[in-house]
């Protein structure tokens, strides 16, 4: 299990970039595929991006495809969101999500991560 803890959100303007960070901390020295999910008022938590253990491997969702970037440095346990063009729609709590998991998997359901953050808010106004 791993804590996690996202960081970088914040009202922008329309078209503004952010780059939000999760820190991975406990036991980090296991393999875990990450992923980022958003919630909007009122609807349910969405993925967005998802990076293997080896980040080799990442897909995003199509609705932030070519806009929003994930990597990762394991290294020093964080991986990020680089998100570009931000649009109104984008708004809504981003949370970061791991997984214990080898090689290139990766899950795009929120059902397939176990361990969770508590979300930084992005905010995108016109």
């Known amino acids: 299990q791993v804590q996690l803890a996202e960081s970088g959100g914040g009202l922008v303007q329309a078209g503004s970039s952010l780059r939000l960070s999760c820190a991975a901390t406990?036991?980090?020295?296991?393999?875990?595929?990450m992923a980022w999910f958003r919630q909007a008022p009122g609807k349910g938590r969405e993925f967005v991006a998802a990076i293997s253990p080896d980040g080799a491997t990442t897909h995003t969702s199509d609705a932030v495809k070519g806009r929003f970037t994930i990597n990762r440095d394991n290294a020093d346990n964080m991986v990020y969101l680089q998100m570009n063009s931000l649009k109104p729609e984008d708004t809504a709590v981003y949370y970061c999500a791991a997984e214990w998991a080898e090689g290139s998997w990766y899950g795009i359901a929120s059902g397939e991560y176990h361990d969770w953050g508590r979300g930084t808010q992005v905010t995108v106004s016109w």
């Open positions: 406990g036991h980090t020295e296991s393999t875990y595929s």
